[in-house]
Structures are given as C-alpha cells and as structure tokens.
C-alpha cells in the first residue's frame, strides 16, 4: 500500500468515497501515515481525509522537472499540427490543448488575475509596484515563477496583454447575463446570475439576434493566438427540474409556453406538473442546452472561427446528466467545469463527463482556503485547511488526480488575490482566502511552493500515467 498524507480541511460537502480501486500493486510504506484533523462545511466534528503527494507514486522519478517550452507553454518534447491557435485534440489515450505551434499544453491557470478594486488595495499597488503595468509585468513573472502558463476568468486581460512575455487567456462574454439586462432583470445571487425560476430565457425570439449583436465584439479577437478560448457565461442554471422550473413562469412568459407546448405534446393537451416524469426532465434540460449552445455557438463561430468555444462554467451535477452531456457536446470544443465537493476527484465520475459529451474538460475554479489567516471563511464553495502548506498539498494531490485521467487539459486556481472586506461587490467574495496572495499582494509561500512543484512537473507526470499498466487508476481512496 503506497503511503498517504491526510491533510486537516473544512469541507463544502460531505467527502464522497472516490470511484476508483486502489492499484493492486503493493509499494512499501516508506512514510508513517499522518493524519490532521478535518472539518466538514456546517459541521461541528472534525475528521481526517488523505493527501497523495509526488513521493507517493510508485516508480516515479520526483528529481525531474519538464524542461524546453514554447512561447506559449507548450511541451517542446511533443508536437502534433499546427494552426497558429489553440485547439484539442486526443494523442493516444489522452486529450491534449495544442499550442498554436503545434506543442502539447497543458493549461494552469488562476481566476481573477488582476488588481484589486478597493482604495487599500490601490494604494497598496501603488507602494509596491508604483503602477498597474509594473504590477503586470511582476505578476506575469510571479505566475511563470510558479509554473501557471495561463490567465483565466475575470482576469484584466487589457492590461495583462501589454506585458512583453504575456501569458495565454480565457475570456467570458457574458451572453445569457448581459441579456438578462436587456430584459431588465437585475437580481444577483453569490457568484452568479439569477433568473425567474432559475429559467433561462432561451425560448425569447429575441435571443438569436442578441447573440449575433453581442459577439460581434469578438471579432476584435479573432487573430489572437494567445487566447485560449471563450466562456459564454458562468454557471448557468441547467438543472435536472428544469420542466418544473420553466412551468412556474408567468404563463406570458416565452418559456412558460415553451415548456407547457413541450409537455403537452408528450402528455395530451391536459397534461400538467403532475404528469411529468423524470424522462420528461432528462429531456427538457437537454432540450434547454442544445438552444443555448447551438445559439451561443453559433454566434461564437461567426465572428472568431479561429478560437475554442469553452461553454458555460458547468456547476452542481449538470455535467453528470449523460443525455444533457450528449446533446451540447457537439457544440463546444472543450467542457468548463467549476468542480467543487471532492477531496480528490472521482476517478469513474470525470472519466464520463468525457465519454458522454465526446469532448476533454477543463476545471475552471477549485480552491482551498487556509485558517491561518484571521479571515473569516465564511463565504464560497471551497474547502478550508488549517494552514498555507495545506493548502498547496490540497492542490498537489487534486492536480494529480486530473492529471491522471487522461481527459482533463487544464486547471485555474480560484484564485489571485484573497477577498477583500473593503471592496463591494459580489457577496461570494467577502473575507475569505481564496487567492495565492493577499488583498495586499503578499504572496502566500508555503502555498506556491507546492503549486509549483507540480506545475514544473505537470508533462512528465502525464508521460508517467500513460506509462501505468494497470487497469485501475492510482487515486487513493477517500
């Protein structure tokens, strides 16, 4: 049995077992088993949860790290077609990003990467960088120091695209939410958007030629090559009661009679709320999907042809609905997903979020937050872990986990900076340590330091999991 770390933790949610067998391979216990003390989300007791480190896998050489990258990240090792953008493609039993030179990339990035907005926060930039383009440039090399090759979302990608070694990006377009406004609806909710009924207003005869109208703007972007790929939006409510969602509109509402059409012509035309099934649910959400995606893709491609389409930031179980997966794969090159509750990821779990849509995925926010900080916590999804060198062996071993799966092509941190009391703003992001540095710009070292010794490893480690020939993944159990 490999040795395990087990890392102390405040848990969003309850720890679910992993899905995949431990190795039948037996490795000496080279290290005792250590244990801290854990505390799960609205709970009162605490408990313990393993933590798998580089030291912990058999045969694997921990003294390498990857070497020779191009500009924009990629493996100089391993090359495949060019286009001068980026794009997926799967070599072998793995799915890759393409660098736009060819090379194989793999994306690590953080969320929010920017300055930030609070007067104490300005004026701290302004005595330890003097201006925001200083800021850029020390950023930038903080973020290649610790091996990040990318920018994610709500990043300032204006003023991060002027620095002279700049790093790849993700952009998010907004188009569901800026339309919300449009319909003169405002209420907000942590995170995210609210809609009425957490109904999309897909069914609007306006919507088409909204997105047609809104994506023009990225035409702008179009002959990039460090951009990525585009987000649509952030966690949009497609859920498994949809039907039901969608039927408690006012009954003028274009999705009320959408959704009241669709059921009666399953049920007869007196069909109503009770005669819904959960092969009615299964089917209207996928039917909900393949209108927004088919839409929004659409737009998307019209005006920027040369750029992956990232979809919505999935979050909740939307990405475990295999027919909801099958329906709106085809219309993104690579699925978002916001993945929180697990420890560790669920090895049979991610395995089909790419079976059922057919496309790789990507991790767009994960994180934990550290107790040693005198922030409350009390605010967003994450876990929270007693101390900074917690929180980066919580990355070490859940980024070993993707890596392992062979169909994930990225991962952002959430995020950049911690919370900061004194901006306003999104309740979600309030007193908590979420970033890999202060409001203040301090960066958290005991953090960084384990972060970057699985980004500067993260290609060879690739190699080692294809190399494996065993049936069952490494993932230890929970």
């Given amino acids: 049995m490999k040795s395990l770390f ?23 216990a080279e290290r005792p088993l250590l244990t801290i003390e854990t505390l799960p989300w609205r709970e009162t007791e605490w408990r313990t949860v393993p933590v798998r480190q580089l030291e912990d896998l058999p045969n694997y050489d921990v003294s390498q790290v990857d070497k020779g990258f191009s ?52 004026d701290e930039l302004g005595q330890k960088f003097g201006t925001k383009e200083q800021w850029a440039i020390q950023t930038v090399q903080l973020l290649r120091d610790n091996g990040f090759n990318g920018t994610a979302n709500w990043s300032d990608d204006a003023l991060l695209k002027q620095v002279p070694q700049r790093l790849p990006y993700t952009p998010s377009w907004n188009f569901m939410g800026t339309y919300k406004k449009e319909r003169h609806v405002w209420s907000t909710t942590p995170g995210k958007s609210v809609y009425p009924g957490d109904a999309i207003f897909i069914f609007d005869t306006q ?22 790929g585009h987000y649509s939006d952030n966690e949009l409510p497609f859920f498994k009661n949809s039907l039901d969602n969608f039927l408690t509109l006012n009954p003028e509402d274009p999705g009320y009679k959408a959704a009241l059409s669709w059921l009666r012509e399953k049920h007869g035309p007196n069909a109503s709320t009770k005669d819904i099934t959960d092969d009615d649910r299964q089917k209207f959400v996928a039917l909900v999907g393949e209108k927004y995606f088919s839409v929004v893709s659409k737009a998307i491609k019209k005006y920027d042809p040369n750029h992956m389409y990232l979809g919505t930031r999935f979050h909740g179980n939307v990405m475990d609905q295999p027919l909801f997966m099958q329906t709106v794969g085809p219309y993104i090159d690579a699925v978002s997903i916001n993945y929180y509750g697990q420890w560790t990821p669920r090895a049979e779990r991610i395995a089909k979020w790419a079976s059922n849509s057919g496309k790789p995925f990507i991790v767009t926010e994960f994180y934990a937050k550290g107790a040693d900080t005198g922030m409350t916590n009390t605010s967003g999804a994450g876990w929270v872990v007693k101390t900074q060198h917690d929180r980066g062996l919580f990355y070490e071993q859940f980024v070993l986990g993707l890596i392992e799966c062979r169909d994930c092509v990225g991962w952002h941190w959430f995020k950049y900076l911690d919370n900061d009391p004194a901006a306003p703003g999104d309740p979600s992001n309030t007193n908590s340590n979420k970033g890999i540095a202060t409001a203040s710009y301090e960066p958290y070292t005991p953090l960084l330091d384990l972060m970057k010794r699985i980004n500067e490893r993260t290609y060879s480690l690739a190699d080692y999991f294809d190399r494996q020939t065993q049936t069952a993944p490494l993932t230890p159990k929970q």
Avoid at 13 to 27: D, H, I, L, N
Avoid at 215 to 224: I, R, V
């Fill in 207 to 228: 919507f088409p030629e909204f997105c047609d109208r809104h994506a023009q703007q990225l035409a702008a972007f179009k002959d990039d090559p460090f951009l990525v």
């Fill in 6 to 28: 087990a890392l102390s933790l405040f848990l969003p949610f309850m720890v679910s077992a992993c899905a995949a067998q431990e190795t039948q391979t037996q490795q000496p």
């Fill in 71 to 122: 500009k924009y990240g990629g493996w100089l090792s391993k090359k495949v077609d060019a286009t001068g953008f980026f794009r997926v493609q799967k070599v072998g039993e793995r799915w890759w990003m393409v660098d736009p030179e060819g090379y194989l990339f793999l994306n690590r990035g953080l969320n929010g990467v920017g300055p930030g907005s609070s007067k104490p926060a300005q």
